[in-house]
C-alpha cells in the first residue's frame, strides 16, 4: 500500500485546510485509513481514524467539532477537512493505513504511512 498526501500549509488562526491522502496498492479495501500529526520533540498523535467502508469514524476530542474525515472509494482518498485552524494544530500530518480496518487510534495497528505533509497555523 502506498499512500501519498498532499492539501497542507501555511495559514492564518481561523482558516481552513483540506487534506487529501491518495491511497492505492492491493486488497485496499482491507484497510481503514488514519491521519496521526507530530511535532519535533513528541510523539505521533492520532487524529481521525476511518474504515474503509466510511460506516466507523474516530477521531481526538481536540479535533472533534473542527475536523472531518471522510473516505471517497471511487478514488482511493481518504480527507481530513480541518476548520477553525489553530497555532496548536501545527504539525506534520501523516496519513497511515490500519490493517485492523477500524479507525483504530493505536499507531502500532498502522502498517502503511505516508511522507507527510505541513500543516502551520500562525497567529
Known amino acids: 500500500v502506498q499512500l501519498v498526501e498532499s492539501g497542507g500549509g501555511s495559514v492564518q488562526a481561523g482558516d481552513s485546510l483540506r487534506l487529501s491522502c491518495a491511497a492505492s496498492?492491493?486488497?485496499?479495501?482491507?484497510?481503514?485509513l488514519g491521519w496521526f500529526r507530530q511535532t519535533p520533540g513528541k510523539d505521533r498523535e492520532f487524529v481521525a481514524g476511518i474504515s474503509w467502508s466510511g460506516s466507523t469514524i474516530t477521531s481526538i476530542e481536540p479535533v472533534k467539532a473542527r475536523f472531518t474525515i471522510s473516505i471517497d472509494n471511487a478514488k482511493n482518498t481518504v480527507y481530513l477537512q480541518m476548520n477553525s485552524l489553530k497555532p496548536e494544530d501545527t504539525a506534520l500530518y501523516y496519513c497511515?493505513?490500519?490493517?485492523?480496518?477500524?479507525?483504530?487510534?493505536?499507531?502500532?495497528?498502522?502498517?502503511?504511512w505516508g511522507q507527510g505533509t505541513q500543516v502551520t497555523v500562525s497567529s
Open positions: 496498492g492491493r486488497t485496499l479495501s482491507s484497510y481503514g
Open positions: 497511515a493505513a490500519d490493517s485492523s480496518n477500524g479507525g483504530s487510534s493505536w499507531k502500532e495497528d498502522y502498517d502503511y
